[in-house]
């Protein structure tokens, strides 16, 4: 459950532009979205629209329908709205969200600036500065921590022998908390209801008013000798509560969440303020999934950011086993592979409407695929077939003004006119037969509805210059590693042992493996991006690099550089030509930036007029991306993690461009479609195709790709070789984790 309750506002912090929320109400007491005994079933809500700030239109009569114990995976352009429209869910400002009596769980992106700026440690203030990560997953029980706080209280008053009416007291004071939050809930409904159901809401707060008034002038009289008696009961009560939801345990669950997530033992009594932003995020997560309630509405928005691939396989086992069933789900995620796992439906959101398909996240990109290239050959064979008949009219028209023949000339008028009314779609919505009465109702200039081809969306901009410029001139491995270790200050094994590795121009190499197991030490050895010698040496072997070649290096450091003092108030221009002073006084020169940025999505006033800090977290990987490969073009390229922050369709675009790189691809990540698509050559991440494209544009695709490349295994000190690639990894992982639980 969330950590506070879920405040009914338009935005969670300031400096986020305010939601403004309408929907389709009726007068009538007619709740869908609730069974007879009151449980939530559906989420229903016709003719959403949702505004963010005056004027950037999200969603315009747009019906969100989400069916209860559903799984659904959210998707979308960078820019549509898909964080937004969690954020509207989780704040509850959209009118009809209070009628199934929903306890919403949010994980935001933006939780580290709602949380304390954008600094490496969390900053929250009182004493959750103080609070260990353990202690802060526990507390996010709100009910629980409620009905402990209130049996204290009781428990207190009623041993309290120097005081008779103390019992008096914390019972009269429970109620008037109950009172106001009923008060509470009555404000939300009077500010969403409308029409006669808003005025019967605005005449119950009313009441509810008067009631608080009045309750709280009888706080002071405290000679009620029944009331005692019910305190003793109320603490019955809270304390059966508590046993029937095992409150007991609550902290060994919050234990096993944050182990399963990545933390070990030792940074459970770490406090929260001293965490980094991803250690927080995980921290968030776990207490969003800390016993949910079966009426949850659990919002995610890029849960697998941070996460290795153990903690990531866990949590697709648990999302989709250990949820109760009538919870429902939201995903935002780039991972494709954990959309596929853990999707039963996906989410549209385009054009400012939200359409649903049912299937996986990789079955509804393949039919929309093969529903575009369907209606297509349809179109082509029908226009095909109209301009044969419309020979023929024009052919019997000439023939019956020469021969003055009527016959010929009725012929025609009636090809013409059976040419008007079956020209079109032939088959209806659900596949019958196309009736017009039926199907196409109102009134129309032809008799048929037109074969609409969906407009292709344009493909995510993230190009990647195909060859390494200039071409080295002899030949020979780029980097080579022979018997390394290295070891970091202070510790007593290393943590990469005889490490043995030779990357040639054009190999493919993806590194996996848990978190602080050495990928990244690795990949900053090959790029020659060492530490200095107070935080970690080589202690034994070599690594001998090509003198020529060039090596482009990509890490989240990069990344969260760019927040720094000393670039934050730069442009993405600035920041590229730093050390060339020339660059932006020369047009050529400054053309030329221009173009590599624009080439990487980033344009107009977001290149020249907006500061660093101020871009998104996939707009400042592009900006990382455009330094990195800025002229000339680098041998090998080193990715470390660059899919963290963009989404699903950059990500696509981002490993078709790397594919088809004429140079070495060295690439660590926990995204496992990533990988197998750029380092084993799996179209699609598996064994089919991208998304449904033509088997002739797969092929020449294929050659401009390159031969597979190999998958590596970083743990324990050493890298071992993966013959089955990630599949492998995987594969050990579910097999350790099945004979942990049968231990």
Not at 78 to 100: D, Q, W, Y
Not at 572 to 585: F, I, K, N, P, Q
Request: include cysteine; proline fraction near 4%; hydrophobic fraction near 40%.
């Amino acid at each position: 459950m969330p950590r506070q309750p879920v405040p009914h506002a338009s935005t969670s912090c300031d400096s986020l532009p305010p939601l403004h929320a309408t929907s389709q109400q009726t007068r009538f007491h007619l709740n869908s979205a609730t069974t007879s005994s009151g449980a939530s079933r559906d989420l229903d809500i016709p003719g959403v629209t949702l505004t963010l700030g005056h004027s950037t239109e999200i969603l315009v009569d747009a019906h969100i329908k989400l069916a209860a114990g559903a799984r659904y995976v959210l998707v979308g352009r960078n820019g549509v709205g898909k964080s937004t429209l969690l954020r509207a869910l989780g704040t509850g400002v959209i009118p009809g969200m209070e009628e199934g009596g929903w306890k919403v769980a949010l994980l935001q992106q933006m939780e580290r600036q709602v949380q304390g700026g954008s600094g490496g440690g969390i900053t929250e203030s009182g004493a959750a500065q103080r609070e260990t990560v353990l202690e802060y997953v526990v507390k996010s029980d709100v009910e629980r921590e409620k009905l402990l706080r209130r049996a204290e209280l009781l428990r207190k008053a009623i041993d309290d022998t120097t005081d008779h009416v103390a019992a008096v007291r914390a019972l009269r004071q429970i109620q008037h908390e109950d009172r106001l939050a009923r008060l509470h809930e009555a404000q939300k409904l009077a500010s969403l209801r409308s029409g006669a159901r808003g005025m019967k809401a605005r005449k119950e707060l009313l009441a509810l008013e008067v009631e608080v008034e009045t309750e709280l002038t009888k706080l002071s009289l405290l000679d009620s000798t029944p009331a005692t008696t019910a305190a003793i009961a109320l603490l019955a009560d809270i304390e059966s509560a508590l046993e029937s939801i095992s409150a007991s345990e609550t902290q060994n669950l919050a234990s096993a969440l944050l182990q399963n997530l990545g933390f070990s033992t030792s940074l459970l009594n770490t406090p929260v303020s001293a965490l980094s932003s991803g250690m927080f995020m995980r921290t968030k997560l776990a207490s969003l999934l800390l016993r949910p309630n079966p009426n949850t509405l659990l919002l995610l928005d890029e849960p697998t950011n941070y996460l290795d691939l153990p903690s990531l396989l866990w949590l697709t086992e648990h999302l989709t086993t250990a949820l109760p069933s009538t919870c429902i789900l939201v995903v935002i995620t780039h991972d494709r592979a954990f959309a596929d796992d853990i999707g039963e439906h996906v989410l549209i959101l385009k054009d400012r409407a939200l359409t649903s398909f049912h299937g996986t996240l990789s079955s509804y990109l393949h039919s929309r695929a093969v529903e575009r290239k369907r209606l297509q050959k349809l179109k082509a064979a029908q226009d095909k077939q109209v301009a044969h008949i419309e020979s023929t009219i024009s052919s019997q028209l000439r023939a019956a003004r020469v021969s003055g023949d009527d016959k010929k000339l009725k012929q025609a008028v009636s090809r013409k006119k059976k040419l008007e009314e079956r020209t079109g779609v032939q088959t209806n919505a659900r596949g019958g037969k196309f009736k017009l009465n039926r199907d196409l109702a109102g009134y129309h200039l032809s008799r048929r509805a037109e074969i609409e081809i969906p407009p292709e969306e344009a493909a995510a901009k993230l190009a990647v210059p195909r060859s390494p410029r200039p071409e080295l001139r002899f030949p020979g491995p780029l980097v080579s590693v022979e018997g390394l270790s290295w070891t970091y200050a202070g510790a007593k094994t290393p943590v990469l042992k005889n490490v043995t590795l030779t990357i040639h121009p054009g190999d493919r190499l993806g590194l996996v493996g848990l978190n602080g197991a050495g990928k990244s030490t690795l990949v900053n050895v090959l790029a020659d991006r060492t530490p200095p010698l107070s935080v970690g040496r080589l202690t034994a072997g070599t690594v001998t690099r090509h003198p020529k070649a060039r090596i482009g290096y990509f890490s989240q450091s990069e990344v969260d550089k760019l927040d720094c003092a000393d670039f934050r108030t730069q442009t993405a221009l600035v920041y590229l030509a730093a050390g060339r002073t020339d660059t932006l006084s020369d047009p050529a020169s400054a053309q030329l930036l221009r173009g590599l940025l624009s080439s990487l999505g980033l344009s107009g006033h977001v290149v020249s007029g907006l500061p660093l800090s101020q871009l998104s977290g996939g707009q400042k990987v592009r900006v990382a991306l455009a330094k990195m490969l800025y002229l000339p073009v680098p041998h090998m390229l080193v990715l470390d993690e660059v899919t963290t922050h963009l989404d699903a369709d950059s990500v696509m675009a981002l490993a078709e461009e790397i594919r088809k790189f004429k140079g070495a691809v060295v690439v660590v990540s926990h995204d496992r479609w990533f990988v197998k698509v750029v380092v084993e050559g799996k179209r699609d991440g598996k064994d089919g195709d991208w998304d449904g494209s033509d088997e002739s544009e797969e092929s020449e695709e294929e050659e401009d790709a390159g031969s597979p490349g190999r998958v590596y295994l970083v743990g324990g000190g050493n890298v071992e070789l993966l013959e089955g690639g990630v599949a492998e990894f995987e594969q050990r992982l579910r097999g350790k984790k099945r004979k942990g639980k049968k231990k």
